[in-house]
């Protein structure tokens, strides 16, 4: 049985006692577990009597020392150095000497117990830095050394860092781990500590780990008190994931460090497949030998290979100390019209990977373009041939397509050994790896030096350095850019806007154009400004400001927000725009030369925006004001229209307001006509709603007879007031940016009420309508369903809302967004938003069930050899069941839960969010029509009520006329 124990010894505890003389005991104490850092505590448990030479007396402990930390196995005792404790000591002045290595030596030895012993290991710049190693038997208190630190910094005049290892706890797999798998390691420390942090240490370099594409850390996987515990969890690792990871653990000149190895079973990351010949020429052959290749990046893994033709296994040579395996085989043009070769490459885990490769084949009297400049071989028609050769200097590869006997120009994949380097840095970037703001400015500064030469001409190299931007703009949003990134970044995305990319067809530059304008719009929202800013290049101009309210000028285009806080970037771009295909006609260059990117904050579209272009607008033109829709890769005119202006400039203004579909869904999904029908929804809404309370006020007395319609319009009744209330805060908070932040908190606060009060009172009406089909000889109670209903009612939506706001708060999440006044969606199962949704989504369910019931028990109550006419009349009752239930159980609002599983891209995105913003927009209307008209009782009660009114004024009338005729 392995136990661990701590053992403590007690020295020099002089032990006073008032019996004879005094004398002077020494004690040994074992302790079970790791509590070696409590001894205050064992020390105040000890202040009792003790049994000494046989008597009992009391007795003082004065001194406790600890001295090593064991672990028994058996009988064996096994005690080792547990913490190594490694520094440097920074002198201010004089160089270091034999009196301050006594000194340092001497505060290591006074003041840790378990000290062993203490080296100097070499010295630095002029003997003005010493480094040294310590080592300790027992854990310490980082308070405690913290302290001999800062008493160290003030005796010497230096400044002494230190790292320790042993202090912590670190958890990682032991074996090697699966390609592409996720997994974690974790360390513990069993103190609080100030700052943390991991690094991946591989060939030599120390890479800081950052969040990225494969990178998640989380810095507070344990939240016991007085302890720290972080994590990272490595999402699909590859190659570069594998390596020693060291945790660290800062408490002021203290970190504490651990270290583990994480090894992953890999697979090529790149398989590059070449064919010799690439083309089968049967038309003067039957028999072609054919070499195929495959080539991957070096590797330690050890691989199984093998090879496949049309099936069939092949054999073939590899060596698996070297990066290239081939195969020969012979290709029979009789038996054979094409053939694809596939390698396999297995690792020690047995994942495997595969790329395959065809030959094109010229049959007998088959078109083709004759071989060519020595690289390009005989080729059949509509084949395309890869020639992986490229200019010194460049990797890649260059294709050619055969098409009507007639060679296609070339298209080159090539780019520089200096660009492909920067694009891997990226790569690597984007994963978390490394991502320091150092390796940022390197990024962009060798993008910077890329696009200098003449290989801005280049297309490939023009496409490559999109590429980068693009990847960057992808880890910018989880990984932190600063400033100085944005000089190198613009210089070199101005000059890629150098060339007019015409050496490819349109829709590969419509392609380019819209990634290059979709990355370099991120990375100017995501990289972070201190204050102000102002770089102009010749076709950027960014300006940035700490205040919205002013004018912009970029490019002499002038740029203006509503709102009047928070950090305002803009930037002009052009020779872009005409790179773009442009529907909109008649066209003209001197009208659409420039594109403005202006974001406010974290806010992915500003609120309202005005823009006056320095344009003259041409006889027989029509200015467009338009803005780029990534996901539908096309310009839109909604929200934006053209104002009045003078001759010589072009005034476009675009909105952007909140629609009735945001309560669903993941991001604020408005347009001009989402907002339209959320408006007038919402008027009619309220406006039914409250002619449905003034009638229910009015027929009350009347149809209010049994507990049943009791219950039923009691549930109506409040359903339709908090709709009401709901639908109004939700008008008022319509227009977020007109708001202050306190305003859109409690209105927020008020629709997730309110909203939830909806759904209660709905769910209290479906529970009370199948009580009343199962139960039909037990009726509810009316004092038991208020009781019942008020708590749903009333109470379970205040409490929903006020833990999941205190939940935010206490755990500094945001519980609303600024942006839309609404609830916030983080991911799955993470933000506010769940507060709102998982309640409404339980309530939809069982009002689903519930319906369900009605229509089974009326289909039940059908006899089953009735006639076709009472199939029909089921029919229409289980058809009214379904409209007039519909709207008072909230059914509709389950088409929001579709939103949320489909992306904004997908086809049927557009046509749920309009069905929703029309069902529940206008959910007031439907609920007064099926609520309250749909009731005979109600509408016999109205028709009376008209009547009688009718003929009291036609009895006024009378009396009046008869007392004129006197």
């Known amino acids: 049985m392995f136990s661990r124990v701590c053992l403590i010894l007690i020295g020099a505890a002089y032990i006073y006692y008032q019996v004879n003389a005094a004398e002077v005991y020494i004690g040994e104490l074992e302790v079970e577990n790791n509590i070696t850092m409590e001894s ?51 002198l201010t002045s004089a160089p270091w000497d034999a009196d301050k290595t006594a000194k340092l030596e001497t505060a290591f030895r006074s003041r840790l117990n378990g000290y062993e012993s203490l080296n100097i290991t070499g010295y630095r710049e002029s003997n003005k830095i010493a480094d040294f190693e310590a080592a300790v038997s027992i854990k310490l208190k980082t308070s405690v050394l913290q302290k001999l630190l800062t008493d160290l910094d003030a005796n010497l005049s230096a400044k002494v860092l230190v790292d320790t290892v042993g202090m912590v706890n670190i958890t990682a797999p032991e074996d090697s781990v699966c390609y592409k798998s996720s997994p974690s390691l974790k360390c513990r420390l069993e103190e609080a500590t100030t700052s943390t942090g991991w690094k991946l240490i591989k060939e030599h370099k120390h890479l800081e780990l950052e969040n990225g594409s494969m990178v998640n850390l989380n810095p507070s996987c344990f939240d016991g008190k007085n302890k720290s515990c972080i994590a990272v969890t490595l999402n699909k690792v590859t190659s570069a994931g594998s390596g020693t990871y060291q945790c660290r653990f800062t408490f002021g000149s203290v970190t504490h460090t651990a270290k583990a190895q994480l090894n992953v079973s890999l697979l090529p990351e790149v398989i590059t497949m070449t064919i010799d010949p690439p083309v089968a020429d049967c038309s003067v052959k039957t028999n072609v030998e054919v070499t195929v290749t495959a080539k991957i990046q070096n590797t330690t893994e050890s691989y199984n290979v093998s090879w496949e033709l049309n099936g069939s296994v092949l054999s073939g040579g590899s060596n698996p100390d070297t990066l290239v395996y081939s195969v020969k085989s012979n290709f029979l043009c009789e038996k054979m019209t094409e053939a694809k070769w596939k390698v396999i490459f297995q690792n020690q885990k047995g994942q495997t990977k595969n790329e395959s490769v065809d030959i094109l084949v010229i049959s007998e009297n088959g078109k083709y373009c004759p071989e060519t400049d020595g690289i390009w071989p005989k080729t059949p028609n509509g084949g395309t041939v890869i020639n992986q050769t490229c200019e010194n200097g460049k990797t890649g590869y260059k294709s050619r397509t055969c098409n009507d006997d007639t060679w296609q120009p070339v298209f080159s994949f090539c780019i520089s050994h200096k660009l492909q380097k920067v694009l891997t840095a990226a790569e690597v970037f984007k994963t978390g790896i490394g991502a320091t703001p150092e390796a940022a400015i390197g990024i962009f500064e060798g993008l910077k030096n890329t696009t200098k030469s003449d290989s801005r001409d280049d297309i490939a190299e023009i496409k490559a350095s999109i590429s980068v931007i693009n990847i960057m703009a992808t880890a910018s949003r989880t990984i932190i850019l600063k400033e100085e990134v944005f000089d190198d970044f613009l210089y070199a995305a101005s000059n890629l806007l150098k060339n007019n990319w015409t050496e490819v067809n349109s829709s590969i530059r419509q392609d380019m154009s819209s990634q290059y304008l979709e990355g370099v719009e991120d990375l100017v929202k995501n990289i972070q400004v201190n204050n102000t800013l102002n770089i102009s290049h010749q076709n950027l101009d960014l300006k940035v400001f700490s205040r919205s309210d002013c004018n912009i000028s970029v490019f002499n285009a002038t740029v203006k927000l509503n709102k009047n806080a928070g950090q305002f970037k803009t930037v002009g771009v052009r020779n ?52 780029w829709v990534n996901n539908k890769t096309d310009w839109s005119e909604t929200g934006c229209k053209v104002q009045p202006s003078d001759a010589n400039h072009t005034r476009c203004k675009c909105t952007h307001l909140t629609s009735f579909a945001v309560l669903m869904s993941k991001t604020d999904t408005s347009d001009v006509n989402l907002d339209t029908i959320t408006y007038v929804g919402l008027a009619v809404s309220i406006c039914s709603l409250l002619i449905l309370l003034i009638i229910e006020a009015l027929v009350w007395s009347v149809v209010v007879k049994t507990n049943l319609s009791y219950f039923r319009h009691t549930a109506l009744v409040n359903i339709a007031v908090f709709l009401l209330l709901a639908d109004c805060s939700f008008l008022a908070s319509i227009s977020p940016e007109k708001l202050s932040p306190l305003w859109c908190l409690i209105l927020t606060i008020c629709k997730h009420v309110f909203y939830l009060a909806t759904f209660s009172w709905m769910l209290c009406m479906s529970v009370m309508l199948i009580h009343r089909l199962i139960f039909v000889f037990s009726p509810l109670r009316k004092r038991v369903f208020m009781f019942l209903s008020s708590i749903v009612g009333y109470a379970c939506p205040v409490l929903i809302v006020a833990f999941s706001y205190v939940y935010c708060k206490y755990n500094k999440k945001r519980y609303y967004e600024e942006k839309t006044c609404w609830l916030v969606f983080e991911g799955s199962l993470e933000g506010s938003i769940y507060a709102f949704l998982l309640p409404v989504g339980t309530v939809i369910f069982t009002n689903l069930f519930s319906m369900a019931v009605v229509i089974f028990t009326l289909l039940k109550s059908s006899a089953p050899d009735s006639s076709k006419s009472d199939e029909k009349e089921t029919a229409k009752s289980i058809i009214k069941v379904v409209v007039f239930l519909t709207p008072v159980f909230g059914v509709t609002w389950g088409i929001g839960f579709l939103l949320l599983i489909f992306d904004q891209d997908n086809d049927a995105y557009a046509f749920l969010t309009y069905s929703f913003t029309i069902l529940n927009s206008f959910q007031g209307f439907f609920v007064m029509l099926t609520g309250v008209f749909a009731e005979p009782k109600v509408r016999q009660e109205l028709l009376k009520r008209m009547d009688k009114g009718k003929y009291d004024t036609m009895k006024n009338s009378t009396s009046a006329s008869n007392t004129k005729e006197r």
């Open 576 to 627: 872009l725009l005409d790179k773009f295909d442009n529907r909109f006609e008649p066209t003209s260059t001197a009208l659409h030369n420039l594109i403005i990117i202006a974001t406010l904050e974290n806010s992915s579209f500003p609120t309202e925006i005005t823009m006056d272009f320095p344009i003259k607008q041409l006889n027989h033109t029509q200015p467009h004001c338009v803005f």
């Open 40 to 90: 205050q505590t064992i020390l105040s448990l000890l202040k009792m009597s003790v049994q000494v030479n046989g008597g009992s007396d009391n007795v003082t402990i004065t001194e406790i020392e600890l001295v090593s930390e064991c672990f028994l196995i058996g009988d064996t005792t096994s005690c080792n150095c547990s913490v190594y404790i490694n520094g440097s000591v920074t």
